[in-house]
């Protein structure tokens, strides 16, 4: 069946540094992905998303690109904030919604 | 829009006892999922309704728990009788077009003691 792998965490980065966190997916079909953010005791927020080959989402200054030759949709962000510190989801859709396993990212000052 | 709206925000019961999570999707979205959240487990898709059908329930983890939408605004998750393993937080999620979205509640944190 369908399955998201992401990197594992935790995450521990300094302020400003760059930020890559790995996805790869498996499916039949041609999946949307997506990437959500979970803060500390919130629920999940859609951070972007791409719903075809090469399209490449973008939000917040991070952004991630539907690479169907390696199945993957890595997120990256040039610099980091702590204010980023939080739980990063990539998920994939066709029909429903498969999340991987999660990466908790902790940016410190 | 309000987003989707989850009720109790925390719900702490006896083993034993019947508990009832609700949810209200946004309004025009024909898509609704539950899941569930453990440090152990992750997220899991407990079930997922499309025009108010239930389409997946393959998630449900036992017999215990059931969930109806009956309508286009509403839906719940019950578990009859809870323990203890079922202590999580039910997150409660519905969209339009799948590849486009989903909006998620800010779910319901339920402790079975």
């Known amino acids: 069946g369908d399955s998201v792998t992401q990197m594992e965490g935790p995450v521990t980065l300094s302020e400003e540094a760059f930020l890559t966190i790995n996805c790869t997916y498996t499916a039949t079909g041609y999946p949307s992905l997506f990437w959500y953010v979970q803060y500390p005791g919130e629920g999940l927020q859609l951070l972007l998303k791409?719903?075809?080959?090469?399209d490449k989402g973008s939000n917040k200054g991070f952004e991630a690109t539907y690479r169907k030759e390696t199945t993957s949709f890595h997120l990256e962000k040039g610099s980091v904030q702590v204010s980023d510190s939080a739980v990063y989801f990539c998920a994939l859709s066709q029909g429903n919604l498969i999340f991987g396993k999660g990466t908790k990212l902790s940016v410190k000052p | 829009d309000a987003g989707v709206i989850q009720s109790p925000r925390h719900e702490v019961t006896e083993m034993g006892q019947e508990v009832t999570l609700r949810c209200k999707p946004i309004s025009g979205h024909n898509s609704l999922f539950w899941y569930r959240q453990t440090m152990m487990r992750g997220l899991e898709l407990l079930i997922y309704?499309?025009?108010?059908?239930?389409?997946?329930d393959s998630g449900m983890p036992e017999d215990r728990f059931s969930a109806k939408m009956p309508n286009a605004s509403f839906s719940t998750l019950k578990i009859q009788p809870s323990e203890p393993r079922d202590s999580a937080v039910y997150f409660c999620?519905?969209?339009?077009?799948?590849?486009?979205?989903?909006?998620f509640g800010s779910g319901t944190r339920l402790t079975v003691v």
């Open positions: 791409a719903t075809k080959a090469d």
């Open positions: 999620a519905s969209s339009l077009q799948g590849r486009d979205g989903y909006t």
């Open positions: 309704f499309n025009n108010n059908v239930p389409i997946d």
